[in-house]
């Protein structure tokens, strides 16, 4: 097995619905995301940068995510829009830092 194909294994396993995963709706699309709260914390404490600024970070498959958007761009999140803080992506995986728009 390649690297790759593993890659895509372990992604199909951490976006498992029944275990780790749940759904919510992003643009309009329902599509598996794992929220993680400990690390958003762990990001935030302490750290002087736009993180800081984040309410939620989310990861999900890239392929069923819009094409990446920057810094204060907005995401429609299960029927809301929010601030894009950060946006990675790696491995067929994005991690997305969100924070509500509370106008």
Sequence with gaps: ?????QFKEDIA???ETADFAEQH????REID???????????KAGVENALS?????FYARKSDL?????????LNFD??????????ENFGIS???IKRNET
């Design 53 to 57: 600024e984040a309410d939620l970070l």
């Design 33 to 43: 995301i794992v929220t993680d709260d400990d690390m958003l914390k762990e990001l």
């Design 79 to 88: 029927g809301k829009d929010w601030f894009v803080i950060d946006w990675t």
């Design 25 to 28: 709706t992003v643009e309009g």
């Design 95 to 97: 991690a997305v830092a």
């Design 13 to 15: 396993i951490f976006l």
């Design 66 to 74: 819009p094409s990446k958007r920057g810094y204060g761009r907005m």
């Design 1 to 5: 097995m390649t690297l790759q194909e």
